[in-house]
């Protein structure tokens, strides 16, 4: 599903806001946001994309039809159907994932820093729809731990179902990719073998603010990374220090489920988290604290934590 845009064509980003209680979508342009089904409307075009998922199983076709959409409500100066993102509540970019897989300890240096051994298979969890949620939106920090960690993470959107995939066709099942923050409470990770108490705790799963199409990515195994925390960066890599790489996860994982159209997956996270510093270095989140994690050509996603009260 490697894209081809029409020559010319506004090459958008899709996104999710909330709208009188209801989640749409919108697509991202150097000129801002456009209310999707708003602007079908005004358009005449059928069907109405009300969501990405929509927009995922249109395809192809779906993608260039919005692109011309975009196309022309700029070039027609419809400011009615622009949104401000500065004011927007952000949704999930991705809304109904039918599973989130994340994939633990995938960069050598952060295997290196939490003195784990390199992994000889990719290491899979997963989280919940619970713990999903936007760009801009707070975070309670749960009273049951008091040690919640950031994670970075380029996140895979699959775009087709894909099962016993060989490696070298994998890319081709992806339909785009966007920014991820693996939230983790370590304390409850490590309480047994099994890493999923710590990981999917309401909220633990913010992605956005876009879905970025696959072929404007281009090498997803050659993108930066960051973090900040209250504007001090923690987090500097790049996809190229993963163990395991998008095709070979995407692979990997079709031989043993079948990923469905909207799955995503959490691909690891690189160097620079709490857990890897010195014990007495450690400060884990707080309530006030914001952070920032941004992953090259996707967007920076903002997460602020509040306590629970």
Known sequence: MQIQMKKGCEQVKLFTYADEGQQRLGLHTA??????????????????????????????????????????????ERQDLLLDEATLAWEPCVTRPQKIICVGLNYRKHAEETG???????????????????????????????????????????????????????????????????LSARDLQKRTAQWMLGKTCDGFA?????????????????LTLQTTVNGERRQHSNTSDM???????????????TLQPGDIIMTGTPEGVIVGMPKEQRVYLQPGDVVTVEVEKLGSLTTRFTADV
């Open 206 to 222: 913010p992605i956005g603010p876009y879905v970025v199409t696959a072929d404007e990515v281009g090498n997803p195994n050659n």
């Open 116 to 182: 784990a051994a390199v992994p000889e298979y990719p290491i899979l969890f997963n989280k919940f729809a619970n713990a999903l949620t936007g760009h801009e939106q707070e975070v309670t920090l749960p009273r049951v731990t008091s040690r919640v960690d950031y994670e970075v993470e380029l996140t895979i959107v699959i775009g087709k179902p894909a099962s016993d995939v060989p490696q070298e066709q994998a890319l081709d099942y992806v339909f785009g990719y966007c920014t991820g923050n693996d």
């Open 31 to 76: 000129k801002g946001g456009i209310a999707v089904a708003k602007a079908c409307e005004v358009y005449g075009i059928t069907p109405v994309w009300q969501s990405v998922h929509d927009v995922i199983e249109g395809g192809d076709a779906a993608i260039r039809q919005l692109n011309e959409l975009a196309d022309q409500v700029l070039a027609d």
């Open 243 to 257: 163990i395991f790489h998008c095709d070979e996860i995407v692979s990997y994982i079709s031989k043993h489920m």
